[in-house]
């Protein structure tokens, strides 16, 4: 099945400092990423779409200033945490909508997703 | 406004017993219905997905969900359950040609040897 990967797996970081996170589709094209955000015992929370070539589309109440993201390629999606605060510690979980060819239409494959914690 | 509820927060089973996970879903036009499946210390991975025709979906691993409209629901089944399905299940649904993928808060299986 199609890959999607995240990088880094778990990341810990200062109060006040920028956290990159990589959201690469190994082995298919993907116009279309989705950031998503879990919070313990409850439910990913879409917080924008990735559009390659394109500004991302932010869901209401997500800071796109804060989260910034950045569709480079067409394998390539990263989310930038700006500022980081502890609040931000999340688990970041990132897919891939494929694209015509390998993969089918419209399933979305995700990656594996990374923790930030903010000290 | 649209949301996906899982009634069942966390389910704990023998191995061979049968299950079944809720699912319910509100949105107002059509509806493609999936659930996702998280093994400990892995993504998320797709079990089974409906878009439309026959409403009782065959997936992966022996799970099956029917699509009952008159109900929004969506269940899970499996007739016997196993060890190796200890996991986090994730009902999700979207508009049909959208791009917003709503999830709900999981529900955590453990099976018992």
């Known amino acids: 099945g199609a890959v999607v990967s995240q990088h880094p797996s778990w990341v810990i970081c200062k109060s006040g400092t920028s956290v990159k996170i990589e959201c690469r589709s190994l082995d298919f094209q993907a116009t279309t990423m989705f950031w998503y955000r879990q919070f313990p015992k409850q439910s990913l929370m879409l917080m924008a779409t990735s559009n390659e070539g394109s500004k991302a589309t932010y869901e209401q109440g997500v800071e796109k200033d804060k989260f910034l993201i950045n569709h480079a390629s067409l394998t390539l999606s990263t989310l930038t945490v700006t500022s980081a605060h502890p609040e931000d510690s999340s688990f970041y979980i990132c897919s891939a909508r494929g694209d015509r060819g390998r993969v089918n239409t419209g399933e979305l494959f995700f990656g594996e997703g990374s923790r930030l914690t903010v000290l | 406004a649209q949301s996906v509820s899982q009634h069942n927060h966390h389910v704990i089973l023998s191995e061979a017993a049968s299950l079944e996970l809720g699912c319910n879903y509100s949105y107002g036009g059509t509806v493609n219905l999936f659930w996702y499946v998280q093994y400990p210390g892995q993504h998320l991975q797709l079990l089974l997905k409906?878009?439309?025709?026959?409403?009782l979906v065959k997936g992966i691993k022996g799970f099956e969900a029917e699509f009952i409209k008159s109900k929004f629901s969506f269940n899970l089944r499996k007739p016997s359950v196993q060890w190796s399905d200890t996991a986090e299940y994730f009902c999700a649904a979207r508009g049909a040609g959208a791009n917003n993928l709503f999830f709900g808060t999981g529900t955590r299986l453990t099976v018992i040897p």
């Open positions: 409906y878009f439309s025709g026959d409403p």
